[in-house]
């Protein structure tokens, strides 16, 4: 009995209710640490740990990014494809009011609202995928295909390489 329960957030209904085979990956988790700190944690590389970030367009129209943990997003970039004049990192509070979650714990799958998501196409390209399971210190792993099965992302190509 040495296993932890797996917390029942809303990502993990969804997932349950969408047959997704998951797996369960509690850490410890540090304030501000971000992908580096969960990726040590779980001897995971950090590229394979999947940010989800919430942003807005000018009109403050929400949408969620999914980017590789070592990398960043061009916000000009995206905004471009997307056809906006601007895409912007939600506030805390803000990010926590569109997705229902706690930053740093804030999961692309059981948002509360409904919001566009687009996926650094490279993703795609991985065996395997840790992702935030809606908890802080709790991340869940899944192939590629069944996050694009579940969430139906637009695929993208607006990583920056952080050096």
Excluded: W
Excluded at 74 to 103: F, N, W
Excluded at 113 to 140: A, C, D, F, H
Aim: a positive charge; one cysteine or more.
């Amino acid at each position: 009995m040495g296993r932890e329960k797996t917390p029942v957030t809303p990502a993990v209904r969804l997932l349950r209710a969408e047959k997704v085979d998951f797996g369960d990956h509690p850490y410890s988790y540090e304030e501000k640490g971000g992908t580096a700190v969960s990726a040590r944690e779980l001897g995971v590389d950090e590229h394979c740990v999947i940010k989800t970030l919430v942003m807005e367009d000018e009109r403050k129209n929400p949408l969620v990014v999914l980017m590789h943990g070592d990398m960043q997003v061009s916000t000009k970039e995206l905004a471009r494809i997307m056809g906006v004049k601007q895409v912007s990192p939600c506030s805390p509070d803000t990010a926590q009011r569109h997705s229902g979650y706690q930053v740093g714990g804030t999961s692309p799958f059981g948002t509360r609202r409904q919001m566009p998501v687009y996926m650094e196409e490279g993703i795609s390209t991985l065996e395997r995928i840790y992702i935030n399971g809606g908890k802080r210190g709790y991340l869940v792993s899944m192939t590629p295909g069944e996050l694009i099965r579940v969430l139906k992302p637009v695929q993208v190509s607006v990583g920056i390489l952080v050096s």
